[in-house]
C-alpha cells in the first residue's frame, strides 16, 4: 500500500451489499404486555449498492462511496460505479476487492485494461470478509436501516442512499473500521 500512496493513488476497498424487505428485525418499543408488530412486504433483494471505502491519508479524511441499483450487481454495473468513484475522488485508485464473479467478469477485466492510468487492481483471499475495512460500512448501514418499513423500492433505495450519507459524515467511524480490520491508517 505505500508504493500506490507513493504513486499518487487513492487506496480504496470495494464491496457490495443489499438491502431488501426481508432485513433482520431489531429490538423496538410496543406498549407493555403488546407485542411490536412491524409490516413487511416479503422480497428478495431489492436494492444492491457498490461500496468504496477510500483509506485516509495525511492530509484527507477517509471517504466512503456508493451507486445505488436495483436487483443484484451484474458485470455491466462495476465499471459504472468505478468510473463515478474515479471521478469523485479526483485520483488514479488503487482498488482491493474480492473474488465476486461481477469482478472477474471479461467485460470489467477488458474494461479495467483499457484504463491503467486509472485503476490498479489487488485481491482479497478467497473468503476474508475481516479484512475488507468496507465490510464495516455494509454492517453499519444494516444496523441503522434495523426496523425501517419502506412503502417500496423507491423509498428503500433513498434510505439506503441516506444512510451512507450520514455514515460519510462520520469520519471517526470510518476510520476505526480500518483499525478493526487490523490496517494502519
Not at 412491524?38 to 495525511?58: D, F, K, M, N, Y
Not at 479524511?61 to 468505478?82: K, M, Y
Request: hydrophobic share 40%; aromatic share 8%.
Amino acid at each position: 500500500m505505500a508504493a500506490a500512496r507513493r504513486s499518487g493513488r487513492a487506496i480504496g476497498f470495494l464491496d457490495e451489499t443489499g438491502s431488501t424487505f426481508r432485513a433482520r428485525l431489531g429490538t423496538t418499543w410496543a406498549p407493555i404486555g403488546t407485542a411490536p408488530t412491524l409490516h413487511r412486504l416479503s422480497r428478495r433483494r431489492e436494492v444492491s449498492s457498490i461500496v468504496l471505502l477510500v483509506a485516509p491519508t495525511q492530509w484527507r479524511q477517509p471517504q466512503v462511496l456508493a451507486r445505488h441499483f436495483e436487483g443484484a450487481i451484474h458485470a455491466e454495473q462495476v465499471p459504472f460505479a468505478l468510473r463515478y468513484f474515479r471521478q469523485r475522488v479526483g485520483r488514479p485508485l488503487l482498488i482491493i476487492w474480492d473474488h465476486l464473479a461481477a469482478h472477474r467478469a471479461r467485460q470489467v477485466k477488458d474494461w479495467l485494461a483499457r484504463h491503467p492510468d486509472d485503476f490498479q487492481v489487488e485481491w482479497l483471499p478467497s473468503y476474508a470478509p475481516e479484512l475488507n475495512p468496507e465490510e464495516g460500512c455494509n454492517s453499519w448501514v444494516k444496523g441503522r436501516l434495523l426496523n425501517a418499513l419502506p412503502r417500496d423500492v423507491a423509498e428503500l433505495h433513498h434510505l439506503t442512499r441516506s444512510e451512507f450519507r450520514r455514515l460519510q459524515r462520520r469520519p471517526r467511524v470510518l476510520r476505526s473500521l480500518f483499525r478493526q480490520a487490523r490496517l494502519r491508517v
